[in-house]
């Protein structure tokens, strides 16, 4: 158990609709991390949060947008969806300030748009 | 910058034989090395870690890799393959980035364990 945890574990839903994704990181750690996995994409980097403020940006298409609230969760909201945006999308934490702090990851949220 | 490669996307050995999976990495300042381990339908895992403590790293299921920066290599081995060891490896490099953790990941390798 890596200690995140990530709700839902499985999303299906229509195209053109918005759904939220949620994060809780492991206990003590300050960053979070969201990446979309695919099969023709591989593991995409979206973006990371710090202790509430973005800190990086990565291939995020302007229709998805994340936030990290006072409580160090973290919200992954996709809209407008498309086919092409059916993925695992995983959430990573670490304690952040420190280089040497590994990723813990969850299990992912499984979408499927149809 | 820093930026990370894995040579072959898909890597098949016998069940028994050595397991070799290649990185490379980049970076301007020494970097902090991982490997993770992906099994179906589930997040990465930490394999095991460089932190400059030892060039030699020992992980969990008899995997390791050495860190050489002289070739700035950081390959995966383990010197007998096993059917559990079926997955996808993800190298990864760390680096501090204006006061926090900046990481980047390779593309991933698939490894096949034939019977």
């Known amino acids: 158990d890596s200690g995140v945890t990530q709700t839902p574990k499985h999303l299906i839903t229509a195209t053109g609709q918005r759904v939220t994704l949620r994060c809780s990181p492991r206990?003590?750690?300050?960053?979070v991390y969201w990446y979309q996995q695919s099969l023709d994409q591989g593991l995409q980097f979206l973006i990371q949060y710090y202790n509430g403020e973005e800190r990086a940006k990565g291939n995020i298409l302007e229709r998805f947008s994340a936030q990290q609230f006072p409580d160090l969760h973290s919200e992954l909201n996709l809209s407008s969806l498309e086919l092409g945006d059916s993925a695992l999308y995983f959430c990573?934490?670490?304690?952040?300030?420190?280089?040497?702090?590994?990723?813990?990851f969850g299990n992912g949220t499984r979408l499927t748009v149809t | 910058a820093q930026s990370v490669t894995q040579l072959g996307s898909h890597v098949s050995v016998s069940e028994g034989a050595l397991v070799l999976l290649r990185c490379n990495y980049s970076s301007s300042v020494p970097p902090y090395l991982f490997w993770y381990v992906q099994y179906p339908n589930q997040g990465l895992q930490l394999l095991l870690k460089?932190?400059?403590?030892?060039?030699l790293v020992k992980g969990i299921n008899g995997f390791e890799a050495e860190f050489k920066k002289s070739e700035t290599s950081f390959h995966l081995t383990k010197p007998s393959a096993h059917m559990s060891d079926a997955a996808e490896y993800f190298c990864?490099?760390?680096?501090?980035?204006?006061?926090?953790?900046?990481?980047?990941f390779g593309t991933g390798t698939k490894l096949q364990v034939i019977p």
């Open positions: 206990s003590g750690d300050l960053s």
């Open positions: 990864a490099v760390s680096r501090n980035s204006g006061g926090y953790q900046k990481v980047t």
């Open positions: 990573a934490s670490s304690q952040g300030g420190l280089s040497s702090s590994p990723l813990h």
């Open positions: 460089y932190t400059s403590a030892a060039t």
